[in-house]
């Protein structure tokens, strides 16, 4: 029985922890869909439902999957086959081994209403909620007491079942309200499906309909094939009087075209997804018994409270305070990379103010829960609120809000004028970050368990403040250093097994976005493989036309619905929810390889040419005795990456413990386990930091001190903590770019880890984006810039990850997220074309045949058709996709432009270029910083661009107008490509003009010196003169 033994441990996942997992019997296994025990059959056999693989489901998963699912087996899709006992369903085949329980089936419907079953007490178990199958009366998940033989296809999740559910919800509320003893006659039905939706999955994958997605692919195909031709054409038809234009022009088609190619194909498979939060709650969230949801620490990272205003960071922090989460399982960390003693002061006000803002947003149910946003919102506040005293407390927390706001706008206020001898605290004592760049650690809690209770005595969420480290000398590696110093304190002080990220100006917009992610990460079988849930940002503050595409439709919702179909999508800095182990190195678990047949598919009288497994499991499994899994793995795996922490009631081991542990042990598994000294060159030189490591189910030791827990997180936190260490390189968020969020992506993907994108009816966060065209070029800038870091890195996807676990389609979309930049170069020199043609007289195509027509019109038409049916999937507006298109071009020809530039000479030649803020707006009237202008060199070339075409536009139609009729037939192609790039260029023409459509002067003075010269370039070349086309005088003489 060692086998039977083994497979149950790797198969308890700590779903409850409080059902004895520490009392298993060696016979049980565990449901891979609920994480409930299997149970046995009348013969006394555990159950097994595939009688291929063996895969481990219980017989309500099994009854459910027959009858509401795709009825196969989870692990190697074979069709279930019925087992005695369950309901019949269409398509089982009939033999005569099915005919004694024909019957049975009938006289299910008479024992509806009977509440005491002849086998009650042998089916289910009320104190451990599980299920026993040795009868037939009673199915849990499949509910076949209202069904007839030719099996009902009624949905489970229907119409009547919200109606048991809100039943079940009013009886509850009840017993809570009255007590008397006749609660329980009631008939357990409702309790029976409730226990039975609680063992379903808690989501749900669902691909896009074969209608949409299928001549969406078949178009991609054909449009591959245009392409290919159109190339072909193209290099077999040069134009051998403007050849440099044609070979140029040629080469930047293919680039497009390769461009086109990584963009493409990894949206060769979009879904979506579903959560089911109420069966989160019925699993984890059981009446009598602890909460078993998992604890998330929640990251905010600020700079400059003068760029990023404090007020915005509070509306942040009140957002996570108020949450729809379990108290004691949150905990908000805010990182002060500045040092600033206004943060520190925002903080403590914004801690008072949420003593009040808590319990109004819970009582009520308000959302969002950033008072900023909900007070500003513009829509009726009074729908679906029905207590009567609603109104009143809203009144009276408005102006508390606004009272609060004016004491916010006070401290800002005074930290305009830093005081000569530096700032100093209410208490008297110099604040020690003065200097921003020379300080130590600071930590300051400031809610909590043993902090202040709200305005009602409840516990609210705990608020810790910390500032590391900084010292002359040292590198900090920016926000990634920031993030990876927030790591180790949280897991000193709170050690959630969840963290979610997000910036100081993304607010939580729908409360139950942690519940969101935990239908995902706390999924028994899917879970333990995913690093971390993202979610798509939206933003508040935008024009409604959306000038400069800051709100990004076309990447999160085509884009990242596409990369979700393959290994997830990538990290994108923000709106994130991590699994902690990911974040420490570790690979996910492997899955078991089960063979064909096993001994449960067999009597136990055939299972003697097993004998010999089964001695060499039960040997493998007492080797490795204390460590159980926990760091046994593969010689040839590297230590700690391969040896997983595999998920369950994890206990705290000691290092000492698992030193005198060794004693006795083969040189084998001495060389598969780390010492203290190995544990520390990975995660530097903290014991209490290291402990935590090996708890993946979170929590602190017992008996811990606070006040010594305090002193380990403020070392975690010093400037020296991660030298000789491995942060940065293979732990927590990645080094070398200031794009850390794709490099930590990119790193756990190359593990083998999935990540899911959730993406929920209302926006689980919100953020600012900058509306202003200066700001927003200088974001595009600094992105472009961390992916040309990327791409001259040795983390680069083209050559770093091979033989590991990442899938190719995902390979294909970080190599676009890396190569795009170098797109500017030849779209550049493509958009410069139109105007040298116009100006030079010459052309790209020799001549506009019948055939190149056709070409030329079967590649615009593939375009066009990709892109109709990509909004018709996706459900992206036409409107998005244009600006999406148009700023492509605006953002090619000039931050990314720069950011190549920029990125060769920080690599190559070690010129640094410093990183800004991108600055929160703050005006007071709406879309305020619209119309402001800002100098900045990457509005040259596309103002360049723009006077260029059009004055080759005036060339072009003059000349026209000079050489007569028969030159406007090529004239018509040269204009339709100039006014094709002035098109995509109208947004940054109207940026530029702004309110008061006036332009900085030196930008008009660059643009017309550059396009001057170019002008003077084609007067010397090709001049405004009738060409003469007449003989030649000194050849034919006067007789002529």
Known sequence: MASTTMAAGFGSLAVDENRGSSTHQSSTKICRVCGDKIGQKENGQPFVACHVCAFPVCRPCYEYERSEGNQCCPQCNTRYKRHKGSPRISGDEEDDSDQDDFDDEFQIKNRKDDSHPQHENEEYNNNNHQWHPNGQAFSVAGSTAGKDLEGDKEIYGSEEWKERVEKWKVRQEKRGLVSNDNGGNDPPEEDDYLLAEARQPLWRKVPI???????????????????????????????????????????????????????????????????????????????????????????????????????????????????????????CYVSDDGASMLLFDSLSETAEFARRWVPFCKKHNVEPRAPEFYFNEKIDYLKDKVHPSFVKERRAMKREYEEFKVRINALVAKAQKKPEEGWVMQDGIPWPGNNTRDHPGMIQVYLGSAGALDVDGKELPRLVYVSREKRPGYQHHKKAGAENALVRVSAVLTNAPFILNLDCDHYINNSKAMREAMCFLMDPQFGKKLCYVQFPQRFDGIDRHDRYANRNVVFFDINMLGLDG????????????????????????????????????????????????????????EKKGLLGGLLYGKKKKKMMGKNYVKKGSAPVFDLEEIEEGLEGYE????????????????????????????????????????????????????????????????????????????????????RGWKSVYCVPKRPAFKGSAPINLSDRLHQVLRWALGSVEIFLSRHCPLWYGYGGKLKWLERLAYINTIVYPFTSIPLLAYCTIPAVCLLTGKFIIPTLSNLTSVWFLALFLSIIATGVLELRWSGVSIQDWWRNEQFWVIGGVSAHLFAVFQGLLKVLAGVDTNFTVTAKAAEDTEFGELYLFKWTTLLIPPTTLIILNMVGVVAGVSDAINNGYGSWGP???????????????????????????????????????????????????????????????????VEC
Request: net charge positive.
């Open 971 to 1037: 004239l018509f192609g040269k204009l339709f490509f100039a006014f094709w790039v002035i098109l995509h260029l109208y947004p940054f023409l109207k940026g530029l003009m702004g309110r008061q459509n006036r332009t900085p002067t030196i930008v008009v003075l660059w643009s017309i010196l550059l396009a001057s010269i170019f002008s003077l370039v084609w007067v010397r070349i090709d001049p405004f003169l009738p060409k003469q086309t007449g003989p030649v005088l000194k050849q034919c003489g």
């Open 667 to 750: 040189e084998l598994e001495k060389s598969s386990l780390m010492s203290q000294k190995n544990f520390e060159k990975r995660f530097g030189q903290s014991p209490v930091f290291i402990a935590s490591t090996l708890m993946e189910n979170g929590g602190l030791p017992e008996g811990t001190n606070s006040t010594s827990l305090i002193k380990e997180a403020i070392h975690v936190i010093s400037c020296g903590y991660e030298e000789k260490t491995e942060w940065g390189k293979e732990i927590g968020w990645i080094y070398g770019s200031v794009t850390e969020d794709i490099l930590t992506g990119f790193k756990m993907h190359c």
């Open 209 to 331: 309909s074969s209608s949409l997605i299928s001549p969406y692919r078949i178009v991609i195909v054909l449009r591959f094939f245009i392409l290919a031709f159109f190339l072909r054409f193209r290099i077999l038809t040069p134009a051998y009087d403007a050849y440099p234009l044609w070979l140029i022009s040629v080469i930047c088609e293919v680039w497009f075209a390769f461009s086109w190619i990584l963009d493409q194909f990894p949206k060769w498979f979009p879904i979506t997804r579903e959560t089911y939060l109420d069966r989160l709650s019925l699993r984890f969230e059981r009446e009598g018994e602890p909460n078993q949801l998992g604890a998330v620490d929640v990251f905010v990272s600020t700079v400059d409270p003068l760029k990023e205003p404090p007020i915005i960071t509070a509306n942040t922090v009140l957002s996570i305070l108020a949450v729809d989460y379990p108290v004691e399982k949150v905990c």
């Open 566 to 621: 393959l290994q997830g999508p990538v990290y994108v800095g923000t709106g994130c929810v991590f699994n902690r182990q990911a974040l420490y190195g570790y690979d996910p678990p492997v899955s078991e390889k089960r063979p064909k047949m096993t001994c449960d598919c067999w009597p136990s009288w055939c299972c003697c040419c097993c004998r010999g497994s089964r001695k060499k499991s039960k040997k493998k499994g």
